[in-house]
């Protein structure tokens, strides 16, 4: 059974910097690709990363946002740095296989101006 478990989500002063983190169980995160979205009104993505190590971003964290994934400890990052109060948000993580999608439960990030 794949497991998602998100943490490092916390309050931050605007242009401040988290990092968060998604460990994997029950599957291997460099052997998929392996998503960022965030809830706000509406779930939406932020970045993504192939089994190969390539990235996409949303223009709206282009350049401010990393992600990136550890495999010996199987988990996928994301570096947040020049946070705006635009990005308080539950950020979760995300896989998709054989068409079934798993979801974490979910880490809140909360920027103040």
């Known amino acids: 059974q794949v497991k998602l478990v998100e943490s490092g989500g916390a309050l931050v002063q605007a242009g401040g910097s988290l990092r968060l983190s998604c460990a994997a169980s029950g599957m291997i995160v460099s052997g998929n690709t392996m998503y960022w979205y965030r809830q706000k009104a509406q779930r939406e993505l932020v970045a993504g990363i192939t089994s190969s190590g390539l990235t996409n971003y949303a223009d709206s964290v282009k350049g401010r946002f990393t992600i990136s994934r550890h495999d010996a400890k199987n988990t996928v990052y994301l570096q947040m740095n020049s946070l705006k109060p635009e990005d308080t948000a539950v950020y979760y993580c995300?896989?998709?296989?054989w068409g079934v999608g798993t979801w974490g439960q979910g880490t809140q990030v909360t920027v103040s101006s």
């Open positions: 995300n896989v998709v296989r």
